[in-house]
């Protein structure tokens, strides 16, 4: 049915359809507003359909390995290169095509609304350019098995993120918010590269596998840790780097915010790479899981009650999406500290892990409709302030549930995902330690605390009469928040199956260094 | 003691920009900071392919074996370009920040608070 072209080839063209599309919109916007926006959502909806293949090929066959410029897309090490993979080499397991999927999930959504609610705007050629260059730059960083690839993914990330957010520049707060993200993203690319010189100097690979398979975990490699974790972990926005978070997040276009929150997942993708396959059982998992575990902890609490007393909605929303982040970290660092033990990790760390990867989808999905919901308000009241919102539930009455379903989803309550895996967590972190646990359903509660207020201030009340004009927002952008929405029913009403589909081999692909490793060099 | 050099110089290159992004309020020297950091990691790859007395990577009639490592140039390439385009964007940052603010003081740039 699929041809076997598309098949062999599909982890390039996860890459090659959107930067194609990238580059050729602000050519098609020559010749009309329409023939653009239908070319970018065409190019959008055709890398879903790569990831959807991608993903299906990976969950039936196991890694897929696609090398550049060999004779055949599976010859990873040539004959007589003495056994070193020396060439590009996109290694796609289930933890990769998970991540690409829900990626390209969220950039349809974002696209289809991007459709209505920049219609208004200038510079729309290079705005839909830059979304699917942001796309490119995810999907890479999700599927290389090369460290300077991720690297270079990594700097098309930062660029095309840095540059939407400050793409309207509205007095010029956005390009400030726009610099303060481009500066550290740029610093923590820096520091991704030297680490990478390190481990290249000391192993002469690149390819993450080999690198892998030789590692000492010498004093270099442990520096090299160090700045690999501190700047992904920053570009991921975990407290106590997240201070670019709350102004990249709560300037950038609402569209262009949802997909942020994907792009600073393809970072803490990274993180989870470099721990579990770049290092694996060499690290002192227990010290190196507790490390993220704490990090974790102090995400999920400093975001929360940082994000109790904003006034702007959007700003309230991105202290919220620190926070998430750290149930993450919590689920995947309790899987990390019991790696070399596989009693404890049959007993709770591989639910942890599943949790904390669930969550990531789950994340990115509510988290994309919340920011979804706060931009149609935007875009038909004109402000984000807390205050000065009120009775909006009479005229949107959509957009309300919507937010309804995304706010109960963050907190954690059924039957929407975040339910789901925030339980996942709760249950196998307990087993681990119960502070840690009770520390996550205090967060949680905090979060729904936080959301009832935002939801009062906005939507009830009595229909206020200087937005007595406001109507419902338009169609492309609730079919956006719509897919959204039933995501996270889906995911809620029918956890299991996703957990067993989706999720379950991505934690396994993770925690199995061993196979990842043989994957690419093949046996060894 | 002469091959380790080029890593202190590259070492330096970086602790002198990154002092110079915490310290210096101008964001065109915030920025001119992180250029240099980006010199100091490119050095720090050129210096980890050099073989003392190797030539440049290319084998068409080569008078010897021993070469320098061309994959670290090949970064270090691409890493140049990137440098390019992040420092482009950056300063055009500045520009429309002095336009919209007209000031370029880290201090003075501080709208988004909280």
Same mark, same amino acid.
């Given at each position: 049915?699929?041809?076997?072209?598309?098949?062999?080839?599909?982890?390039?063209?996860?890459?090659?359809?959107?930067?194609?599309?990238?580059?050729?919109?602000?050519?098609?916007?020559?010749?009309?507003?329409?023939?653009?926006?239908?070319?970018?959502?065409?190019?959008?909806?055709?890398?879903?359909?790569?990831?959807? $293949?991608?993903?299906?090929?990976? /969950?039936?066959?196991?890694?897929?390995?696609?090398?550049?410029?060999?004779?055949?897309?599976?010859?990873?090490?040539?004959?007589?290169?003495?056994?070193?993979?020396?060439?590009? $080499?996109?290694?796609?397991?289930?933890?990769?095509?998970?991540?690409?999927?829900?990626?390209?999930?969220?950039?349809?959504? !974002?696209?289809?609304?991007?459709?209505?609610?920049?219609?208004?705007?200038?510079?729309?050629?290079?705005?839909?350019?830059?979304?699917?260059?942001?796309?490119?730059?995810?999907?890479?960083?999700?599927?290389?098995?090369?460290?300077?690839?991720?690297?270079?993914?990594?700097?098309?990330?930062?660029?095309?993120?840095?540059?939407?957010?400050?793409?309207?520049?509205?007095?010029?707060?956005?390009?400030?918010?726009?610099?303060?993200?481009?500066?550290?993203?740029?610093?923590?690319?820096?520091?991704?590269?030297?680490? $990478?010189?390190?481990?290249?100097?000391?192993?002469?690979?690149?390819?993450?596998?080999?690198?892998?398979?030789?590692?000492?975990?010498?004093?270099?490699?442990?520096?090299?840790?160090?700045?690999?974790?501190?700047?992904?972990?920053?570009?991921?926005?975990?407290?106590?780097?997240?201070?670019?978070?709350?102004?990249?997040?709560?300037?950038?276009?609402?569209?262009?915010?949802?997909?942020?929150?994907?792009?600073?997942?393809?970072?803490?993708?990274?993180?989870?790479?470099?721990?579990?396959?770049?290092?694996?059982? &060499?690290?002192?998992?227990?010290?190196?899981?507790?490390?993220?575990?704490?990090?974790?902890?102090?995400?999920?609490?400093?975001?929360?009650?940082?994000?109790?007393?904003?006034?702007?909605?959007?700003?309230?929303?991105?202290?919220?999406?620190?926070?998430?982040?750290?149930?993450?970290?919590?689920?995947?660092?309790?899987?990390?500290?019991?790696?070399?033990?596989?009693?404890?990790?049959?007993?709770?760390?591989?639910?942890?892990?599943?949790?904390?990867?669930?969550?990531?989808?789950?994340?990115?999905?509510?988290?994309?409709?919340?920011?979804?919901?706060?931009? &149609?308000?935007?875009?038909?009241?004109?402000?984000?302030?807390?205050?000065?919102?009120?009775? /909006?539930?009479?005229?949107?009455?959509?957009?309300?549930?919507?937010?309804?379903?995304?706010?109960?989803?963050?907190?954690?309550?059924?039957?929407?995902?975040?339910?789901?895996?925030?339980?996942?967590?709760?249950?196998?972190?307990?087993?681990?330690?119960?502070?840690?646990?009770?520390?996550?359903?205090?967060?949680?509660?905090?979060?729904?605390?936080?959301?009832?207020?935002?939801?009062?201030?906005?939507?009830?009340?009595?229909?206020?009469?200087?937005?007595?004009? !406001?109507?419902?927002?338009?169609?492309?952008?609730?079919?956006?928040?719509?897919?959204?929405?039933?995501?996270?029913?889906?995911?809620?009403?029918?956890?299991?199956?996703?957990?067993?589909?989706?999720?379950?081999?991505?934690?396994?692909?993770?925690?199995?260094?061993?196979?990842?490793?043989?994957?690419?060099?093949?046996?060894? | 003691?002469?091959?380790?050099?080029?890593?202190?110089?590259?070492?330096?290159?970086?602790?002198?920009?990154?002092?110079?992004?915490?310290?210096?309020?101008?964001?065109?020297?915030?920025?001119?900071?992180?250029?240099?950091?980006?010199?100091?990691?490119?050095?720090?790859?050129?210096?980890?392919?050099?073989?003392?007395?190797?030539?440049?990577?290319?084998?068409?009639?080569?008078?010897?074996?021993?070469?320098?490592?061309?994959?670290?140039?090949?970064?270090?390439?691409?890493?140049?370009?990137?440098?390019?385009?992040?420092?482009?964007?950056?300063?055009?940052?500045?520009?429309?920040?002095?336009?919209?603010?007209?000031?370029?003081?880290?201090?003075?740039?501080?709208?988004?608070?909280?």
């Amino acid at each position: 049915m699929i041809p076997a072209f598309i098949l062999q080839h599909a982890p390039a063209l996860l890459l090659c359809v959107p930067m194609l599309g990238a580059f050729a919109t602000p050519l098609l916007g020559r010749l009309g507003a329409g023939i653009r926006n239908a070319w970018a959502l065409l190019a959008m909806l055709a890398t879903l359909c790569v990831a959807g $293949i991608l993903t299906s090929e990976v /969950l039936a066959n196991g890694t897929l390995i696609y090398t550049f410029g060999a004779a055949a897309p599976s010859f990873a090490v040539p004959l007589d290169s003495g056994g070193i993979p020396i060439r590009i $080499i996109f290694a796609v397991d289930a933890m990769g095509a998970f991540m690409a999927l829900s990626a390209s999930i969220v950039g349809t959504a !974002v696209l289809l609304y991007s459709i209505a609610s920049q219609k208004k705007n200038s510079g729309q050629d290079g705005y839909y350019g830059l979304l699917l260059l942001l796309t490119v730059g995810i999907l890479g960083m999700v599927c290389t098995g090369d460290l300077f690839n991720f690297f270079v993914f990594l700097e098309i990330n930062s660029l095309a993120g840095a540059a939407l957010v400050a793409y309207r520049v509205d007095k010029g707060v956005a390009v400030e918010a726009g610099l303060k993200y481009a500066v550290l993203s740029t610093l923590g690319g820096l520091l991704v590269l030297f680490a $990478i010189a390190l481990l290249y100097g000391q192993y002469d690979a690149l390819n993450i596998a080999m690198i892998a398979s030789r590692m000492q975990f010498t004093l270099l490699d442990k520096v090299a840790l160090v700045m690999l974790l501190v700047a992904l972990a920053m570009k991921a926005g975990s407290v106590p780097m997240h201070f670019w978070t709350p102004d990249a997040y709560s300037m950038a276009p609402s569209a262009i915010t949802a997909f942020l929150v994907v792009a600073s997942q393809a970072s803490l993708y990274g993180v989870f790479r470099v721990v579990f396959s770049l290092y694996g059982l &060499a690290l002192d998992c227990l010290t190196v899981g507790w490390i993220i575990i704490i990090l974790g902890v102090l995400s999920m609490f400093v975001g929360v009650t940082m994000a109790i007393p904003q006034k702007d909605v959007k700003r309230l929303m991105a202290y919220h999406a620190v926070s998430q982040t750290g149930y993450m970290l919590l689920g995947v660092g309790v899987a990390l500290a019991v790696l070399g033990n596989q009693d404890l990790l049959a007993a709770y760390g591989n639910i942890a892990m599943q949790g904390g990867i669930f969550h990531i989808i789950n994340h990115a999905m509510y988290k994309g409709l919340l920011f979804l919901t706060a931009g &149609a308000i935007f875009y038909r009241t004109g402000t984000r302030n807390l205050n000065r919102l009120g009775g /909006l539930g009479h005229s949107m009455k959509w957009t309300m549930i919507f937010f309804i379903i995304g706010a109960l989803a963050i907190a954690g309550i059924p039957p929407f995902n975040g339910f789901a895996s925030k339980l996942m967590i709760y249950e196998s972190v307990f087993l681990f330690n119960p502070l840690l646990s009770i520390i996550a359903m205090v967060v949680s509660i905090l979060t729904l605390a936080s959301f009832v207020k935002v939801f009062h201030s906005i939507f009830m009340g009595p229909a206020l009469p200087e937005y007595a004009e !406001v109507r419902e927002a338009p169609l492309p952008m609730l079919i956006g928040m719509g897919i959204l929405a039933l995501m996270v029913i889906l995911f809620g009403v029918f956890p299991q199956q996703v957990v067993d589909i989706l999720v379950a081999p991505a934690a396994a692909a993770l925690t199995d260094q061993g196979g990842y490793i043989a994957s690419v060099l093949g046996g060894a | 003691m002469l091959y380790d050099l080029p890593f202190l110089a590259a070492a330096l290159l970086m602790v002198i920009g990154i002092a110079t992004m915490l310290l210096r309020r101008n964001l065109i020297k915030v920025v001119m900071g992180l250029s240099l950091v980006e010199a100091g990691v490119n050095l720090l790859l050129v210096a980890l392919g050099y073989r003392g007395g190797g030539i440049a990577p290319i084998f068409t009639n080569a008078p010897q074996d021993l070469m320098v490592l061309p994959t670290v140039q090949a970064m270090t390439l691409t890493n140049i370009v990137i440098g390019i385009a992040t420092t482009a964007l950056m300063l055009s940052f500045v520009m429309v920040i002095y336009r919209r603010y007209g000031t370029a003081d880290a201090d003075a740039v501080r709208r988004l608070r909280g």
